[in-house]
């Protein structure tokens, strides 16, 4: 399966879907898509609006591929779990978002050498991509959340610290 995920900003991102929808036919796996506030409604492929964050999350761990936004969210889950992914950020010109964060977002992953992510700007390289990942047959490795634990850690020593 291929999740395609738009996120939850209310403005929509018809761009992806329609790209995602055009390609499905001729893609060796099922593509299901989660619309969000986007207008565009899939012909060729299973698709909702929304659904509650732990069913998003199966089918994340279900897929061989998943294709997003540049929301952080969908990121940090597909490295933890080492799910491909593929990224076309919202953007601003298209009214898909309020200000290019996502381009910069996307910008700095592609910077990074150690992030399996694969950035894309422009919705004609999709299919392409998507045929080169699925030939590959396998899953990145899962990365450590550690973020998250120095978060934490901060915490409590600012709670300690604080505290005395």
């Known amino acids: 399966m291929i999740f395609v995920t738009v996120g939850n900003d209310f403005r929509p991102f018809d761009r992806l879907?329609?790209?995602?929808?055009?390609?499905?036919?001729?893609?060796?796996?099922?593509?299901?898509?989660?619309?969000?506030?986007?207008?565009?409604?899939?012909?060729?492929?299973?698709?909702?609006?929304?659904?509650?964050?732990?069913?998003?999350?199966?089918?994340?761990?279900?897929?061989?591929?998943?294709?997003s936004h540049a929301g952080i969210g969908t990121i940090i889950l597909c490295k933890k779990f080492g799910v491909p992914l593929i990224i076309l950020p919202r953007r601003k010109e298209f009214g898909e978002h309020m200000n290019d964060h996502q381009l910069e977002i996307a910008q700095a992953l592609e910077q990074r050498k150690d992030e399996p992510v694969r950035v894309l700007y422009e919705e004609d390289q999709l299919h392409e991509k998507i045929l080169e990942i699925l030939g590959a047959k396998r899953r990145d490795p899962p990365v450590e959340d550690r973020g998250r634990s120095i978060l934490i850690q901060t915490i409590n020593e600012f709670l300690r610290t604080t505290l005395r």
């Open 17 to 67: 879907l329609k790209k995602m929808d055009e390609i499905a036919s001729s893609l060796p796996e099922e593509v299901w898509m989660q619309r969000g506030y986007s207008n565009y409604c899939p012909r060729n492929t299973f698709s909702f609006d929304f659904v509650p964050m732990p069913v998003a999350t199966e089918y994340l761990l279900k897929s061989r591929l998943v294709v």
